[in-house]
């Protein structure tokens, strides 16, 4: 009896020890993980409206009022260069061909898309992953928001980019993912422009 007393005790240390092990170790890498999650945020905000040179994330009130029931949109961003209001930068949650993908796309406040950025992905390699390449993404910089964006093999005109060969299911994912920012900064967004916002 005493003999399983005594075991169950050291049982008890070393578990006590090891979790106390894990909480500390969680808690220092969660922080640095987190500034490392934060920083690639920013840099990804850069790269997609490269004309602003802070931003300010939209509380979730203001997220409501503006996206409504469109969920998949999980973050908009207003773009400064100075104290100058010059975009948007909004992330977007889709279905892809692998699972969800998320991506975030720049729009200027004279309404022309900036750039997007495919930030997190399951796609198959070589074919919906070829997302992250810049011929894809590229295409759609500069395509003016107030008409629908649409993926062909060869764009020639101003509304279209180009599709992704053999991954349907991703192309159409982003396109109709970027079409719905479109249309929310259209509906709810490009009619702040001359108005001051707070900041």
Do not use: C, W
Request: no cysteine; aromatic share 6%; glycine share 8%.
């Amino acid at each position: 009896m005493n003999e399983t007393i005594k075991l169950a005790l050291i049982l008890f240390i070393i578990t006590a020890v090891a979790a106390s092990v894990l909480a500390i170790s969680n808690s220092v890498t969660s922080e640095r993980i987190a500034e490392a999650d934060r920083l690639a945020s920013e840099r990804a905000k850069m790269e997609v409206l490269d004309i602003a040179e802070e931003f300010k994330q939209l509380d979730e009130n203001r997220l409501k009022e503006i996206v409504g029931d469109n969920t998949n949109i999980t973050e908009i961003n207003e773009g400064y260069k100075g104290s100058d209001l010059v975009g948007y930068t909004f992330n977007i949650e889709v279905n892809g061909y692998g699972g969800p993908l998320t991506f975030m796309t720049g729009i200027s406040k004279d309404g022309k898309i900036t750039g997007i950025k495919v930030l997190v992905h399951e796609e198959t390699p070589g074919l919906g992953a070829n997302s992250t390449r810049p011929f894809f993404t590229d295409s759609f910089k500069g395509k003016p928001v107030d008409s629908e964006i649409t993926a062909v093999r060869e764009p020639k005109a101003d509304n279209e980019v180009q599709a992704l060969t053999s991954a349907t299911v991703t192309t159409n994912a982003i396109v109709d993912g970027v079409n719905l920012i479109r249309q929310i900064y259209s509906e709810k967004l490009s009619n702040l422009e001359g108005m001051e916002v707070e900041r």
